[in-house]
């Protein structure tokens, strides 16, 4: 189980006791929560049909009655996010999709992977290439001036900053500024 630090990723959902004024629950999804791993801020979880990890704040476990923590932040709309998705696995309603990443993005980011990936192992520009987009289609235009050849550099640029921690960017819905 990949553990994302809450500070690294806002859709940690943080589980705790629920407040003795309200009426009791049911907890449909105590037998649910994926393999337990413990740290010192709690015990994290996941639900992974849904896609979701949860913490448990210390002394908290799956089987209590159970209450959502949502920190006011700047990462408000990704922990809100998170927990719509929560919800609908307590209502046992089809997961949602996680939003964070359009499917185009993610289509980028593999190729962006692909391409670093064979820049590393010593793949030159070209043949990255023709691995992504085939032959035929490289081969349509001289290679010096070729857009694909922009394209291909590009990749594993973006590919590097990924590596180099980039990545976390991901965790978090893009924000308009």
Request: a positive charge.
């Amino acid at each position: 189980m990949v553990v994302w630090s809450p500070s690294n990723d806002p859709t940690v959902v943080f589980l705790t006791h629920r407040p003795n004024f309200l009426p009791s629950a049911p907890n449909a999804l105590a037998d649910r929560f994926g393999a337990k791993r413990d740290a010192p801020e709690g015990s994290y979880s996941t639900l992974p049909h849904y896609d979701l990890q949860v913490l448990f704040l210390p002394g908290t476990s799956p089987n209590d009655q159970l209450a959502a923590v949502i920190p006011i932040d700047g990462d408000l709309l990704d922990r809100i996010d998170a927990l719509a998705r929560l919800s609908r696995a307590w209502l046992e309603r089809p997961p949602l999709r996680d939003t964070r990443m359009t499917r185009d993005q993610r289509r980028r980011f593999r190729l962006r992977l692909r391409a670093t990936d064979g820049r590393m192992n010593g793949a030159t520009y070209r043949e990255i290439a023709i691995a992504l987009y085939g032959a035929a289609r490289v081969e349509t235009d001289p290679w010096k001036t070729s857009p694909l050849r922009d394209a291909v550099i590009a990749f594993v640029e973006a590919g590097k900053a990924l590596i180099d921690g980039g990545y976390r960017q991901l965790l978090r819905h893009r924000r308009r500024t």
